[in-house]
């Protein structure tokens, strides 16, 4: 797992999170322990008051660090490992079943982490989005070529293709659509790989700021922000997609009870996408700026009105919910969650003890 291997390469043992954030909290209570026996030996009574508290803050961290191990090292196993939790809700979200013998045993080879599975539910359907735009761009040629078109007629009203303006202006929406939801996508998966190996060298960073009176306060909001980047956000992408939004109710996907399907390839689900063929446009290779071929541009259009307008009026904007949903709102709503836990744990991971029993009612 990413979270408990090495940040500066070589696999070398002292570059693991761990062992970052054990040595620091154990020179935390080394120091405690020192300044209490100099201040019984000086009798100093205050400073003795002072280290017996930073005793308790240093041994409270190390109860910490020893929690979020177990979580991380168990718990993720089970939830994002190779047979796990997160592997049978995705399966569900494309209509199959978690033990179905069609699923290749390597085809989820690279999802070791709840932040893998994440990715993988955002991948998902932008597998679709290059074969929605080679559609669009067969429908162009033709579409594109008949909106612009304008000629005078003498002693008569002029003929223009105006009436398909409207197709034109979807295609280019859909293109500007599709770009930009691309360009989000790269975004949070390049974030979601900083996150994946990055967060346990952020931990032990929190470990050792909270070592200290000052930056204690600091340290525990980074404790409990890299933790809730690493466990709690994609955990919580992965139940709201699966619940809200699962990829074989959409209209984009075949039905996967088909019996000729499969409910998976190596390297992941068969993620067919239920699009029309794409339109012949080889007849407009050459001499399509002929304003003589309008009426060859009229009858393509309606040789193929019923794909284009189910493509049109159903599929794009079916598709555009799904990437909606599944790289901007269903992120989103991860992040609130992210942000309840990460205000209802600082305190927790503060190891102020007066405060841990309200953080722990506040956290569940």
């Known amino acids: 797992m990413a979270f408990t291997s090495s940040f500066y390469g070589g696999g070398d043992i002292y570059a693991d999170w761990k062992t970052i954030s054990v040595a620091a909290a154990a020179l935390s209570i080394l120091g405690s322990a020192a300044l209490i026996m100099l201040s019984r030996l000086f009798s100093l009574k205050n400073l003795e008051q002072v280290a017996k508290t930073e005793f308790v803050f240093a041994a409270s961290t190390v109860m910490i660090v020893l929690m979020t191990v177990a979580i991380v090292s168990v718990a993720e196993a089970r939830l994002g490992g190779t047979n796990s939790l997160a ?3 995705y399966l569900n979200s494309l209509g199959c079943a978690c033990n179905d013998p069609s699923v290749p045993a390597g085809a989820f080879s690279n999802t070791d982490t709840l932040i893998d599975w994440m990715k993988l539910y955002m ?10 735009m080679d559609i669009l761009y067969a429908m162009e040629i033709p579409i594109g070529a008949m909106s612009s078109v304008y000629m005078e007629i003498f002693m008569s009203e002029h003929a223009g293709g105006f009436g398909v303006k409207w197709i034109e202006e979807r295609i280019m929406n859909a293109t500007q659509s599709f770009s930009f939801y691309m360009y989000m996508f790269y975004l949070l998966d390049h974030a979601l790989d ?14 050792v700021l909270r070592a200290f009176p000052p930056s204690r306060g600091v340290g525990a909001y980074l404790m409990a922000l890299s933790f809730g980047l690493y466990f709690v956000f994609p955990l919580s992408y992965i139940l709201i997609a699966t619940f809200s939004l699962p990829h074989a109710q959409s209209d984009v996907v075949a039905d996967m009870s088909d019996p000729g399907r499969t409910c998976g390839t190596v390297g992941g689900p ?10 012949d446009t080889d007849q407009f290779a050459c ?25 049109i009026r159903v599929r794009l904007p079916d598709f555009e919910r799904n990437l909606a949903h599944s790289i901007c709102i269903f992120p989103m709503m ?4 992210l942000l309840t836990f990460v205000l209802n744990t600082t305190n ?7 405060e841990i029993g309200r953080g722990l009612v506040k956290l569940i």
Do not use: E
């Open 87 to 89: 592997r049978c809700l």
């Open 123 to 132: 991948a998902t359907p932008t597998h679709c989005v290059q074969k929605f």
């Open 334 to 337: 991860a992040f609130v969650v």
């Open 194 to 207: 900083f996150i994946k190996y990055y967060a346990g060298f952020f931990f032990s960073i929190g470990v």
């Open 348 to 354: 927790l991971f503060g190891g102020n003890i007066p």
């Open 270 to 279: 068969d993620y067919a996408c239920a699009l029309p063929q794409v339109p």
């Open 287 to 311: 001499g399509s700026s002929d304003p003589g071929r309008f009426m060859d541009f009229r009858t393509w259009l309606i040789a193929n009105y019923d794909g284009a307008t189910t493509f």
